[in-house]
């Protein structure tokens, strides 16, 4: 797994992502397995996996408590990396549409950044305005977690043309 994870290139996975979204929606893949002409998407945040020990530069960071071999808690840091997705959501087909990742501190290029971590609000918005570049009006609505169905998101949709619940 480690090993495929280090050689992930997100832009690539979108991209093929996208190609094989496209060429299913012109092939008519979609059109027996939606909820009539209505074409829902679901986003939320995802975590595959986290570790103690091996760790790249993209890695997010925390602080968690774990019991030592002798018996005492002791602090350390976990490795993992986060990701908000998005699901094209059919009655028997649920397909990803799009991936964005949580950016830890290292590589946020804003200047709010003060070492912190991303959150997975801001990588939503990043992702909502991903899946309108790249699908348009193939998507009429986007499920939201209670996180996501904020003033932000909401603007953003109705600015799109996007349905939300």
């Known amino acids: 797994m480690a090993d495929v ?22 092939n008519k893949a979609f059109r027996d397995d939606t909820y009539g002409t209505f074409r829902v998407a679901a ?3 995802w975590e595959p996996f986290c ?22 808690t002791e602090r350390v840091t976990q490795y993992y990396h986060r ?6 959501i059919a009655p028997t087909v649920d397909m990803v549409l799009a991936i964005e990742p ?5 590589l946020r290029d804003d ?32 499920a939201l977690d209670g996180l996501n169905a904020c003033g932000p998101v909401l603007t953003k949709l109705t600015a799109y043309g996007y349905g939300g619940f």
């Open 111 to 142: 200047d709010v950044a003060e070492g912190r971590h991303e959150g997975e609000l801001t990588a939503a918005l990043r992702l909502i305005d991903q899946l309108h570049e790249r699908y348009g009006g193939l998507i009429d609505a986007l």
């Open 5 to 26: 994870l280090d050689g992930l290139d997100v832009t690539t996975l979108r991209d093929q992502l996208s190609a094989i979204i496209h060429k299913a929606e012109r």
């Open 102 to 106: 949580i950016l830890s501190a290292d």
């Open 51 to 72: 570790t103690y020990e091996r760790h790249c530069d993209g890695c997010l960071t925390r602080t968690v408590k774990r019991a030592a071999d002798d018996g005492t």
């Open 43 to 45: 986003i939320d945040g």
């Open 83 to 88: 990701f908000v997705v998005a699901f094209l």
